[in-house]
T-cell receptor
Framework: ETGVTQTPRHLVMGMTNKKSLKCEQHLGHNAMYWYKQSAKKPLELMFVYSLEERVENNSVPSRFSPECPNSSHLFLHLHTLQPEDSALYLC???????????????FGPGTRLTVL | EDQVTQSPEALRLQEGESSSLNCSYT??????LFWYRQDPGKGPEFLFTLYSAGEEKEKERLKATLTKKESFLHITAPKPEDSATYLCAVREGTYKYIFGTGTRLKVLA
């Protein structure tokens, strides 16, 4: 496997279910990100982890719970979601160095989430 | 408020008809501008990183340029396989990347 991988690629869940999204990066990066992408909206940053520590949390509802057990893996735990949470959830990684002006984010293929 | 605006929202071109996509930005301290290509239902695919005004990058039929307030993605003699949404993002802080809403490009054979 190379780059950034995400599983599952598609997920349908009811409002009372609990599920988890998984992301893995094989780039040796230090920072990992969760984004939400909805139709005709810019990517919304949800969480950022650097070396397993959360460094950004952009007012995301508590029904989304991130976990970063190590610098290569990132999870997004979901519970009691709402239909408006249906979207494409993207994971990304970057070197995470402030001095590096060209620190590029690399994205995974995304998980298409549908909440019924 | 820091923001990124992309135009046009959608663009239809005939195969071989060159054009440009625009990304204008207002950020207090630019720390990199990025172009991505996104196909339907997939994650953004990295194309270019630009940092300094006057910088240019090229890849096949694509060329990205940067000024102090905007960036252009020039597409020369496009082919149907270039059809996708093109996203622009600027990096403002170590972990803060602001994305535009994208330009949906359709190239007709």
């Amino acid at each position: 496997e190379t780059g950034v991988t995400q599983t599952p690629r598609h997920l349908v869940m009811g409002m009372t279910n609990k599920k988890s999204l998984k992301c893995e990066q094989h780039l040796g990066h230090n920072a990992m990100y969760w984004y939400k992408q909805s139709a005709k909206k810019p990517l919304e940053l949800m969480f950022v982890y650097s070396l397993e520590e959360r460094v950004e949390n952009n007012s995301v509802p508590s029904r989304f719970s991130p976990e970063c057990p190590n610098s290569s893996h990132l999870f997004l735990h979901l519970h009691t979601l709402q239909p408006e949470d249906s979207a494409l959830y993207l994971c990304a990684s970057s070197l995470g160095r402030s001095q590096l002006s060209t620190d590029t984010q690399y994205f995974g293929p995304g998980t298409r989430l549908t909440v019924l | 408020e820091d923001q990124v605006t992309q135009s046009p929202e959608a663009l239809r071109l005939q195969e071989g008809e060159s054009s440009s996509l625009n990304c204008s930005y207002t950020v207090s301290g630019l720390r990199g501008l990025f172009w991505y290509r996104q196909d339907p239902g997939k994650g953004p695919e990295f194309l270019f990183t630009l940092y300094s005004a006057g910088e240019e990058k090229e890849k096949e039929r694509l060329k990205a340029t940067l000024t102090k307030k905007e960036s252009f993605l020039h597409i020369t003699a496009p082919k149907p396989e270039d059809s996708a949404t093109y996203l622009c993002a600027v990096r403002e802080g170590t972990y803060k990347y602001i994305f535009g809403t994208g330009t949906r490009l359709k190239v007709l054979a």
